[in-house]
């Protein structure tokens, strides 16, 4: 995915920043963030900065699948030829995932007993592949509408209404999610049940750790799950639980799905900023509406909880975009520079910060356990140098792609 976007014309170089400049935040952000709580990943429900790095990921990578396949079929590229390049790269993506990411300095010997299926890479990788066909096979070729004449007939919703299969595809996922996460019975907890269990809930469930979505993950993978989650030492909870399950998936489909439609629009509107801002401030005010009420602006006590509303993520998500496009593009204040760099090496970084994270020089024994300034320091010096490494990398023009 990334080899496709750099080698493609300069309308990209809003989506190529957004990606590489996400991409180092995420590494900060897995290095510690400096130990604040607005960098840290909210326990259970919640919403903090860390919590929309990985939804905002996700939605480049929606985004970048339109305009990179699109591309493709524009000089010729088949669909079977897309479909192998795709493949690879998703096979490619689980096997990192699986084989790389699961060690750990300070797990020891590596054992089956607690080696983790679900992950990062894997749940980007499946997220790909089911984007990308969707854009294969129910993708028509879009065309910027200021060059289509009045008779083929196209509106100013044709970025919507040209793919109906593909939203029709999303909403019966999103219909499977549903009436799984709400429907499906849970062992001695409440159906529907999407707490944290543990001490949550005044205890009165404390098995019940993540509800259907929980279940269904335990059910495929046994404790082969993420052995440090999150809600783990808030929550005291017990029963395994992965933040990369399968449920949750569904919804990373559905967040890059959107990504895909700002995509579209970026296409269709070709030439007219006003349109596309435009847009992407309408899609962040129906998204954002959407979680206020279905949240009832509140963290817990909504119809669904903050933590798996990807409306919310959404919004956030089209009005970032907005910016970026705005800065980068229509005003041309910055060129991403030096955060386009670790992006061109994206595999690289993500797998070498994630296995060296814990070796001098990223990262050391601190003396100043009670103070943030220290941590912050360690945090910033780590991903700096992958921003350092990746720029000698791009000076000797090696490129490790997939």
Same mark, same amino acid.
């Given at each position: 995915?990334?080899?496709?976007?750099?080698?493609?014309?300069?309308?990209?170089?809003?989506?190529?920043?957004?990606?590489? /400049?996400?991409?180092?935040?995420?590494? %900060?952000?897995?290095?510690?963030?400096?130990?604040?709580?607005?960098?840290?990943?909210?326990?259970?429900?919640?919403?903090?900065?860390?919590?929309?790095?990985?939804?905002?990921?996700?939605?480049?990578?929606?985004?970048?699948?339109?305009?990179?396949?699109?591309?493709?079929?524009?000089?010729?590229?088949?669909?079977?030829?897309?479909?192998?390049?795709?493949?690879? #790269?998703?096979?490619?993506?689980?096997?990192?995932?699986?084989?790389?990411?699961?060690?750990?300095?300070?797990?020891?010997?590596?054992?089956?007993?607690?080696?983790?299926?679900?992950?990062?890479?894997? #749940?980007?990788?499946?997220?790909?592949?089911?984007?990308?066909?969707?854009?294969?096979?129910?993708?028509?070729?879009?065309?910027?509408?200021?060059?289509?004449?009045?008779?083929?007939?196209?509106?100013?919703?044709?970025?919507? +209404?040209?793919?109906?299969?593909?939203?029709?595809?999303?909403?019966?996922?999103?219909?499977?999610?549903?009436?799984?996460?709400?429907?499906?019975?849970?062992?001695?907890?409440?159906?529907?049940?999407?707490?944290?269990?543990?001490?949550?809930?005044?205890?009165?469930?404390?098995?019940?750790?993540?509800?259907?979505?929980?279940?269904?993950?335990?059910?495929?993978?046994?404790?082969?799950?993420?052995?440090?989650?999150?809600?783990?030492?808030?929550?005291?909870?017990?029963?395994?639980?992965?933040?990369?399950?399968?449920?949750?998936?569904?919804?990373? @489909?559905?967040?890059?799905?959107?990504?895909?439609?700002?995509?579209?629009?970026?296409?269709?509107?070709?030439?007219?900023?006003?349109?596309?801002?435009?847009?992407?401030?309408?899609?962040?005010?129906?998204?954002?509406?959407?979680?206020?009420?279905? +949240?009832?602006? +509140?963290?817990?006590?909504?119809?669904?909880? @903050?933590?798996?509303?990807?409306?919310?993520?959404?919004?956030?998500?089209?009005?970032?975009?907005?910016?970026?496009?705005? @800065?980068?593009?229509?005003?041309?204040?910055? #060129?991403?520079?030096?955060?386009?760099?670790?992006?061109?090496?994206?595999?690289?970084?993500?797998?070498?910060?994630?296995?060296?994270? %814990?070796? /001098?020089?990223?990262?050391?024994?601190?003396?100043?356990?009670?103070?943030?300034?220290?941590?912050?320091?360690?945090?910033?010096?780590?991903?700096?140098?992958?921003?350092?490494?990746?720029?000698?990398?791009?000076?000797?023009?090696?490129?490790?792609?997939?």
């Amino acid at each position: 995915m990334n080899a496709v976007l750099c080698h493609n014309p300069p309308r990209f170089l809003m989506l190529i920043c957004c990606y590489r /400049f996400s991409l180092t935040i995420m590494v %900060f952000v897995n290095y510690g963030g400096g130990g604040y709580w607005f960098f840290q990943h909210a326990p259970w429900n919640g919403l903090t900065v860390g919590d929309l790095v990985m939804p905002w990921f996700v939605f480049i990578i929606g985004t970048s699948v339109v305009l990179a396949i699109s591309s493709m079929q524009r000089r010729g590229v088949g669909r079977w030829q897309l479909i192998r390049k795709v493949t690879w #790269r998703t096979v490619v993506l689980l096997l990192l995932g699986f084989c790389f990411l699961n060690y750990s300095p300070r797990d020891g010997p590596l054992s089956w007993s607690w080696l983790r299926v679900p992950g990062v890479l894997q #749940r980007l990788g499946f997220t790909y592949l089911v984007l990308s066909l969707l854009q294969i096979f129910w993708g028509l070729i879009p065309v910027p509408l200021r060059t289509v004449s009045l008779s083929d007939k196209l509106t100013p919703v044709s970025d919507l +209404t040209l793919y109906w299969p593909q939203w029709l595809i999303i909403v019966l996922l999103e219909t499977v999610w549903l009436c799984l996460t709400f429907l499906l019975p849970v062992p001695n907890c409440p159906t529907g049940y999407l707490g944290a269990g543990g001490i949550g809930d005044n205890g009165l469930h404390p098995n019940c750790t993540g509800g259907a979505a929980g279940l269904i993950d335990r059910w495929m993978f046994g404790d082969n799950m993420y052995r440090y989650p999150t809600c783990k030492e808030m929550y005291q909870t017990t029963q395994p639980f992965d933040p990369e399950g399968v449920l949750g998936t569904i919804n990373s @489909v559905l967040m890059g799905f959107l990504g895909m439609q700002a995509g579209k629009i970026i296409i269709f509107y070709k030439g007219s900023n006003v349109a596309i801002l435009g847009r992407f401030l309408a899609w962040a005010v129906l998204l954002g509406s959407s979680a206020a009420i279905l +949240t009832k602006c +509140t963290r817990d006590a909504g119809f669904i909880p @903050v933590a798996v509303l990807v409306t919310c993520m959404g919004c956030f998500s089209f009005l970032l975009l907005g910016a970026m496009y705005f @800065v980068i593009d229509v005003k041309g204040w910055w #060129r991403g520079r030096p955060f386009i760099f670790p992006g061109m090496n994206s595999i690289l970084v993500y797998v070498g910060h994630s296995l060296l994270g %814990f070796y /001098f020089p990223f990262s050391w024994d601190m003396r100043l356990l009670d103070s943030h300034w220290e941590l912050l320091f360690m945090n910033l010096w780590g991903t700096a140098l992958w921003v350092l490494v990746s720029y000698g990398l791009y000076r000797k023009q090696f490129f490790l792609k997939i």
